[in-house]
Nanobody
Framework: QLHVVESGGGLVQPGGSLRLSCAAS????????IGWFRQAPGKGREGVSC????????WYADPVKGRFTISRDNAKNTGYLQMNSLRPEDTAVYYC??????????????WGQGTQVTVSS
């Protein structure tokens, strides 16, 4: 079965750090872009960061620029989101997405179940 699984969430104090992992199962992550999204209570899902498959180009949402770092380790078939200087407003369920398009009508899109990140003193 093809899927991704997030891990690494938890409770952390403001200013603390967490590293989220996104492990792919049943497919090779090398050919997929990896995206991290989050959904806070009562809000819609928003994009946080993404990294390209072949060029490794990264993108960050403005609220996390300079604090979060996305990376990937293709040898481990895993993507990561290093989150530093965490703020209460970062509290959300974080989701990993692996996406690949091989043509105009052929797309592969896998979502994890999410991992809770809570930033609170």
């Amino acid at each position: 079965q093809l899927h991704v699984v997030e891990s690494g969430g938890g409770l952390v104090q403001p200013g603390g750090s967490l590293r989220l992992s996104c492990a792919a199962s049943g497919f090779t992550l090398d050919y997929y872009a990896i995206g991290w999204f989050r959904q806070a209570p009562g809000k819609g899902r928003e994009g946080v960061s993404c990294i390209g498959s072949s060029d490794g180009v990264t993108w960050y949402a403005d609220p996390v620029k300079g604090r979060f770092t996305i990376s990937r380790d293709n040898a481990k078939n895993t993507g990561y989101l290093q989150m530093n200087s965490l703020r209460p407003e970062d509290t959300a369920v974080y989701y990993c997405n692996a996406y690949r398009s091989t043509g105009p009508t052929t797309k592969y899109d896998y979502w994890g179940q999410g991992t809770q990140v809570t930033v609170s003193s």
